[in-house]
């Protein structure tokens, strides 16, 4: 579904390479985490997923089709991109229009927009705030109007650059549940982000980019293991996989505090430890 | 150092009251994170104590502030802002000049500190937050994280008694953020400053701070030391506030009547709680106490 092959990339001849020789299968269905340092690559990489930026060198796919030959609006039937920071993405007058906006692009029926922009504002919260300016939002709800306006597109693949940022706990397992509800309709999912715990409870597979090379791919569960290369990354295993790798291979197959809990009580005997 | 006396605020043209009754009392030398939902009040409670609050939002404002004995009412905000320095949510919007170094200095130079010292002071704040290689940078175009940075660096070099912070690691990575606390410990510890920090990374807060205060709609509902708060497992998750996983860990040993002993708040704790458990010295009777390792 989304193919790279031997990508390199520079923004300029002169410019040293943000992306070196990438290679990245990713199948319909999955839902990857992306993650690394800033400055490592992952934003760019993303721009070249729905053709805002095209290959110094080397081949992406989405669907079968070139981004170095198909138009970024054909590539927008495919994927939808929700940028990082949403007041880059957001400039109508009303939170309607604002998510109206790119049916119209895409020639959506005029019968169907307005079920279709309702639909998804009640998804994300939205419907009070309808009529709103986007700019007299939080900067939360922002994030929720611009995550709207790219769901509603109803593309199988979706980019997203750190869509939980400015959101608080209960607002980040929100939109993260939505997120997964997507995934599980089937749709390919391909994020950014910081938050670690994010991608530990959401992501099946995690790749690290680190100065524009892939550094690791693989289950989240095994690359959440990997402390040296998250440390290189400016992260850090989530609190309980840390706690595990402290006890050598005893917890090795813990993912959550339940496991961990389950695997604590296998080996606690009252007086001594079972082995 | 800081009292609240029954202080309600709403915002001009707002009827709901953004705080509610607040009643506090800090003491110098405190680390107090405080969190709570978005809407639940933080960043008013902030802006009380570095005087934002009445002195820029107009609004409907019941009781007093004290800050360092004087009525926050009744000085100005050049006043208040001798004895609070302050770090906001949005570095771009505090930021007055176009170089790093510049950004450092003009408070420096506002308060009249000799131009020795400001050199002094300018570098031994970068060098506290990790920027020292920014410091001839323009401003515009450094990244999220950088930004926030020189605005911490910016308000510590005055050297404030009380630091206030909303959301200061909003855009820094794990490790970025990290950082962040242990210059805010180093600041604690070594010059006694009285630190508030407005913070979503509940992991951090119960790590670094000694107390730990819980707002919802308007009102401080859990305020204690770290543990204690922390006691409130269930009560957090239900305000949708995350809990550090070693803490969930600890609750789920404490049910399988396993652990009855004292929250961890970190890593090291818990390694400390599972070791205990496993080693079977564990006796439900005599809790052991985490302080003395």
């Given at each position: ?12 001849k002169?410019?040293?390479?943000i992306?070196d020789h990438?290679?990245l ?6 839902c ?6 800033n400055g490592?690559?992952k934003?760019?990489l993303?721009?070249?997923l729905?053709?805002l ?6 081949r992406?796919t989405i669907n ?7 138009k970024?609006?054909?590539?927008a039937r495919?994927?939808g991109y ?7 993405q957001?400039?109508?007058?009303t939170?309607y229009?604002?998510?109206r906006?790119?049916l119209?692009n895409i020639?959506c ?6 079920d279709?922009i309702?639909?998804i504002?009640?998804l994300?919260?939205l ?5 709103r300016?986007p700019?007299t939002?939080?900067?939360?709800e922002?994030?929720?109007?611009a995550?709207?306006s790219v769901?509603?597109l109803?593309?199988?693949i979706l ?16 939109i993260m549940?939505?997120?997964k509800d997507l995934?599980?309709?089937g ?8 938050d670690i ?5 959401y992501c ?6 680190h100065?524009?090379r ?5 289950a989240?569960?095994?690359?959440l293991?990997?402390s040296?290369?998250l ?12 706690l595990?790798?402290?006890f050598?291979?005893?917890f090795?197959h813990?993912r ?10 296998a080996c606690a005997?009252?007086?001594g430890?079972?082995? | 150092?800081?009292r609240?006396n ?6 001009e043209?707002s009827?709901e009251?953004a705080?509610?009754n607040?009643n506090?009392h800090i ?7 405080i969190?709570g939902?978005s809407?639940?009040?933080?960043s008013t409670?902030?802006?009380?104590i570095n ?5 820029f939002h107009?609004?409907?404002y ?12 009744e000085?100005?905000c ?8 302050s770090v ?7 930021m ?7 950004e450092?200095?003009?408070g ?10 400001i050199?002094?002071?300018i570098?031994?704040?970068l060098k ?9 940078r323009?401003?515009?175009a450094?990244s999220?994280?950088?930004k ?5 660096a910016?308000?510590?070099?005055l050297?404030?008694e009380?630091l206030v912070l ?11 953020s ?8 180093r ?5 006694g400053?009285?630190?508030?920090i407005?913070e979503?990374k ?7 701070c ?16 770290v ?5 409130h ?9 995350n ?8 609750k789920l040993?404490?049910?399988?009547s396993?652990y ?5 708040v970190d890593?090291?704790?818990a390694?400390?709680?599972v070791r205990k458990i496993l ?9 052991f106490?985490l302080s003395?390792?």
């Open positions: 579904m989304i193919s790279i092959q031997h990508l390199t990339y520079r923004y300029d002169k410019a040293p390479l992306l990438i290679n299968e990713i199948n319909k269905g999955e990857v985490a992306l993650i690394g340092q490592s690559g934003t760019t993303l721009k070249q729905n053709g930026l095209k290959p110094t060198s080397g992406v079968g089709l070139d981004t170095a030959t198909t970024t609006s054909a590539l495919h994927i929700l940028f990082q920071n949403p007041d880059h957001i400039f109508c007058n939170v229009d604002e998510i906006f790119g119209l020639q029926p005029p019968e169907e927009i307005h279709r309702k639909r504002a009640g994300l919260g419907e009070n705030k309808l009529t300016d700019f939002l939080s900067r939360g922002r994030q929720r109007v995550l709207a769901l509603v109803e593309t199988d980019v997203l650059d750190e869509p939980t940022t400015g959101q608080d706990y209960r607002e980040c397992v929100e549940e939505i997120v995934n599980r309709m749709k390919t999912i391909i994020m950014v982000s910081h715990e994010v991608v530990a409870d099946e597979r995690t790749i690290i980019l100065q524009g892939v550094l690791e791919d693989d989240t569960h095994v690359v293991r990997k040296e290369s440390m290189l990354s400016g992260l850090e295993p989530p609190q309980i996989i840390q595990a790798l402290r050598g291979p005893l090795q813990v959550s505090p339940e496991d961990m809990a389950e695997a604590v009580a005997v009252p007086g430890v079972r082995v | 150092m800081i609240f029954n202080v309600s605020f709403a915002y043209g009827e009251l705080v509610r607040i506090l003491d110098k030398g405190e680390f107090v994170g969190i939902p809407g639940a009040g933080k409670l902030v802006s009380l005087g934002v609050i009445p002195h107009r609004g409907d019941y009781g007093e502030v004290l800050v360092c004995g004087k009525d926050t009412l000085s100005t050049g006043e208040i802002s001798r004895h609070v320095g906001f949510q949005d570095p771009e919007a505090q007055v000049t176009t170089v790093v170094e510049d450092i200095a003009f420096l130079e506002n308060f009249n500190v000799p131009a020795g010292e050199e002094k002071r570098t031994e704040s506290m937050v990790g920027i020292e290689h920014l410091r001839h323009g401003t515009a450094l999220g994280g950088q926030q940075r020189v605005t911490i910016a308000a510590i070099a050297r404030p009380i909303d959301e200061p690691t909003s855009e820094l990575d794990p490790q970025g990290r950082q962040v606390f242990q210059t805010l410990k600041l604690n510890q070594e010059y400053m009285t630190i508030l407005v979503q509940v992991m951090l807060l119960s790590e670094f000694s107390r730990l205060m819980v707002m919802e709609k308007g009102q401080i509902i859990l305020d204690g030391p543990r204690q708060v922390l006691e497992h269930d009560k957090l998750l239900e305000l949708g506030i809990c550090p996983r070693v803490v969930t860990l600890t040993l404490k049910d399988a396993l009855d002993g004292d929250i961890p890593v090291d704790e390694e400390q709680v080693e079977g010295a564990y006796d439900q009777h005599t809790a106490d003395l390792r």
